[in-house]
């Protein structure tokens, strides 16, 4: 099965494991690793040479860059589709798949898992964790799940109902789960585990709810508990270890109530030679700083980078991007590790590209600050303290304190989210699927934390967007993307690949030259990662999110993308969430090789579906409660100002004509399987109703200005 012989006489036995180490391959000899099962170690594996992807980012150091260099800007234009498969959830993608051994795996929406012949195409196996339906309520961003880890024969995946799971690998049955998290509240698990030393890494969101956050290690083996890792504080008195008690005088008020948040929802990253695990810290519940922390305070770790002694789970450093969070800044974005010489000296570095929009260098043995600039356009602050890294705020960013709406750039999405970079440390290149998207911070006033849904402290009716043409325009025009080609040791962008609108694929770079993104048009393509030149593409039929892999199988090399449009943007965003154009989620794994001629089924057309709304019914204010409750509770799933993107659009509802047909799915909860919960809990049929309302007359609003 396996080409090389070196990677076969690793792989013999049960196989492990181990993943490929180039932060420094000279000291790769010197660094133990530990052996995953039957003796085959970490070690013997270091001289990869590309043919698996072992690791959510390839490598611990998460650099996505394949040393594959069949496939080159040469002959790129030769690519086709070798193989695809379709996916049973039309939601999503999110993925990065593994490859061991000629096999796929990888991850789906409702935190599904497949496994494919890379060869072949033919399917494996595939596991279902049966997720409830009603879990998705308490998702901040689609049903998606990020991907896998693996250690000895077994994969391990986060489920969206807070669970680790542990698989069979050859067959893909359970082996062990563990729930994780306290299912009781709002936590969720979308991110990918992390393998190191026998141990898996696994946290969790719900920041955006209320919750504290956390890393956990648990034994692979057994999945047994080893460590956990708070970020934030718990109340005072309860803080027995230093960095809490330390973190406890940077927080004001009743922080605990909702938690505090500061999820591990994404990025980590791990350094062998220092067993330092990078982990990225979101932000604070809620993220009204004014009900979080009344008073201020920097509010220790939200908004960090923590590196964490892996063996023991012991505090080692942080650095606080964004003190006092109050916009959704989290710094869970893709964290990379390189080394490189900055000022005439080589330097060990973290870098990241957080969603407050600076490009931080950091030094990963001590998170000394080296440098941080701006890569997209920014209104919160402008530049960094060059000393200490902390942001010089725009005094009227703080609707916090002034109580007064602001529009920030960038906004809640972030200038860049969980989308992955890739470095190419031959251009000395960070890739960052960027994005410019402002977002209306309207401070709640008389705030109290609800139930269920987003508690964020922020009016969301308040901020919608207005009925009027020109506001839409403007907004539209103002939202972009593009894939900034950034120089770390610089500082400074060398060149970008523009998009028309935000929420593009993550990033793959090769040694044939080459980058791999799909987008948000719909296409998948190949750029020169020297000047991002397009060199081919494929149309994928659906917007693609997730990051593509490279990997070989028999003579060949391989790119394969898990394609599927989803997540928060086409969620929540409104009018905004098309501007790339229509869009649409068709879930698929796409395959490719030089010489591919496989062919994908045609598309059904795009539906131009026209608004035919009933009459308006109510009154002002029921329409005025029911925009209220729709912000409270529904635009985060079904879209700003009740214009969908990926979920039902409201608008064309035929539930709007028929008051009864709305109570049954609102209030009694008959699509709860799907995901749609009922609301009887948290409201009454009188308020259910006035939501009808608010509706019916922002669809008949936008049929006004379809025939305008
Ligand atoms: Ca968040």
């Known amino acids: ?63 996505r ?87 000895g024969a077994k994969l391990y995946m986060g489920t969206l109902d807070g669970r680790l799971v542990a698989l069979d690998r050859a067959t893909g049955k359970e082996v062990w789960s563990v729930v994780t998290v306290d299912q009781t509240k709002p936590y969720t698990i979308t991110g990918a585990p992390r393998a190191i030393n026998g141990m898996i890494m696994i946290g969790n969101g719900g920041a955006e709810m209320g919750v504290r956050g956390y ?22 008195g309860n803080n027995d270890e230093e960095y809490l008690k330390k973190a406890e005088a940077t927080w004001k008020g009743e922080w605990w109530k909702l938690g505090g948040g500061g999820t591990v929802w ?32 920097d509010n220790l770790y939200l908004s960090s980078i923590v590196a964490i002694h892996a063996k023991t789970g012991e505090y080692a450093w942080h650095f606080q991007q964004t003190p006092g969070e109050t916009w959704d800044f989290t710094a869970t974005q893709h964290i990379i590790l390189a080394d490189m010489e900055i000022d005439g000296k080589p330097r060990k570095v973290l870098m990241q590209a957080p969603k407050n929009g600076f490009f931080y260098v950091i030094d990963r043995t001590n998170g000394q600050f080296i440098s941080g600039n701006a890569y997209a356009p920014l209104n919160w602050a402008k530049v960094l303290d060059p000393v200490s890294g902390r942001p010089i705020e725009n005094p009227e960013a703080r609707y916090d304190l002034t109580g007064k709406p602001f529009i920030s750039m960038p906004g809640a999405a972030g200038a860049h989210s969980w989308h992955p970079m890739a470095y190419d440390p031959t251009n000395r290149l960070v890739y960052i699927p960027a994005q410019f998207a ?25 901020g919608a967007m207005p009925a009027i043409k020109a506001a839409r325009d403007a907004a539209k025009a103002a939202t972009t993307g593009a894939v900034v080609a950034w120089d770390p040791v610089a500082k400074k962008e060398r060149w970008r690949i523009s998009f028309p609108g935000p929420w593009n694929g ?72 098309d501007k790339s154009g229509p869009v649409r989620n068709i879930s698929r794994l796409l395959v490719f090789k030089i010489g591919g001629a496989a062919k994908l089924p045609s598309a059904p057309p795009f539906e131009e579906k026209r608004l035919d709304p009933p009459a308006l019914v109510g009154t002002p204010a029921t329409v005025a409660m029911g925009n209220n409750l729709y912000g409270q509770y529904c635009t985060v799933c079904h879209g700003d100002a009740a214009v969908g993107g990926l979920l039902p659009d409201l608008r064309h509802s035929p539930l709007n004509a028929d008051p009864e047909a709305w109570q049954s799915v609102v209030h009694d909860g008959i699509l709860n399987a799907n995901g749609m919960i009922g609301w009887s809990k948290y409201m009454t049929k009188d308020q259910i109703e006035t939501i009808r309302h608010y509706v019916i007359k922002r669809a008949n609003e936008d049929k006004a200005l379809e025939t305008r």
């Open 1 to 63: 099965m396996l080409r090389n012989r070196k990677l076969n006489l690793a792989l013999a036995g049960s196989v492990a494991l181990a993943l490929a180490l180039p932060l420094a391959a000279c000291s790769v000899k010197d660094t133990p690793v530990a052996s995953a099962s039957g003796g085959v170690t970490a070690q013997s594996l270091m001289a990869a040479d590309g043919a698996n992807w072992l690791s959510y980012g390839r490598t611990y150091d998460e650099q």
């Open 65 to 151: 860059f394949s040393p594959l260099n069949q496939i080159t800007d040469g002959n790129v234009g030769e690519l086709g589709l070798a193989w695809y498969a379709d996916m049973d959830t039309a939601r999503g993608q999110e993925a990065t798949p593994l490859v061991i051994d000629g096999k796929i795996y990888f991850s789906t929406a409702w935190s599904k898992a497949k496994a494919y012949d890379a060869l072949s195409g033919k399917l494996l196996w595939e596991y279902d964790p049966k997720v409830p339906g009603e879990t998705a309520v308490k998702a901040c961003c689609d049903v998606v799940n990020r991907g896998m880890a693996a250690w």
């Open 215 to 236: 890393v956990t290690a648990y034994d692979a083996q057994t999945g047994k508990q080893l460590w956990r890792f708070y970020t934030v504080p718990d109340k005072p």
């Open 266 to 297: 994404d990025a980590m990253a791990y350094d062998p030679e220092l067993d330092l695990l990078y982990i990225g810290v979101g932000n604070g519940s809620p993220w009204n700083q004014a009900y979080r922390s009344p008073g201020g305070g």
């Open 438 to 462: 402002a977002y209306p911070y309207f401070p709640s006033k008389d705030w109290k934390p609800q139930a269920v849904g987003f508690n964020t402290g922020i009016d969301s009716a308040a």
């Open 506 to 577: 993550g990033m793959l770079a090769t040694a044939g030259g080459l980058l791999f993104q799909g987008n948000a048009k719909g296409m998948f393509a190949a750029y020169s990662a020297k000047d991002g030149r397009e060199l081919w593409s494929f149309p994928a039929q659906t917007g693609v999110v997730a990051a593509p892999i490279t990997f070989k199988a028999g003579n060949d090399q391989y790119v394969a993308v898990l394609a599927g449009w989803g997540g928060v943007w086409p969620l929540a965003t409104g009018v905004l969430a």
